[in-house]
């Protein structure tokens, strides 16, 4: 930034709400311009182009345990590791049940694979 500027950005910082309504206000009848937004016609079609972030951390959920139940359980064991067998089977029969929280994308494919595998029914949230 130039010199001027740098001292002008200076200067306005220093100005109460009040004076930079005024300023604003004097700089629109001064060079004949609005300091209201400019309404774009193609608004719509711009939103929707942009691209749209893709979701990093996912919830693994049982659905079903299927008829396999004691090879789900083990999955859930391994997935799970400090579940008992107790509360990995609790977990498994009240489907849906969230196995994972938060996991990485490759983690809650993995898991998923691994559960369907051992006969579950499986989302990724």
């Not at 083990?74 to 009240?94: M, W």
């Not at 994308?105 to 579950?120: F, H, P, R, W």
């Amino acid at each position: 930034m130039s010199d001027k500027v740098t001292k002008l950005v200076d200067a306005v910082s220093e100005l109460s709400v009040l004076e930079v309504a005024e300023l604003v206000k004097a700089l629109e009848e001064k060079f004949g311009v609005s300091a209201a937004p400019v309404a774009v016609a193609g608004a719509g079609v711009a939103a929707a182009a942009a691209p749209v972030e893709e979701k990093t951390e996912f919830d693994v959920v049982v659905t079903d345990a299927g008829a396999n139940k004691i090879a789900v359980i083990k999955a859930v064991r391994e997935l799970k590791t400090d579940l008992g067998l107790v509360e990995a089977k609790n977990l498994v029969e009240k489907a849906p049940a969230t196995i994972l929280e938060g996991a990485k994308k490759e983690d809650a494919e993995a898991a998923k694979k691994k559960l369907e595998e051992a006969g579950a029914k499986v989302e990724l949230k």
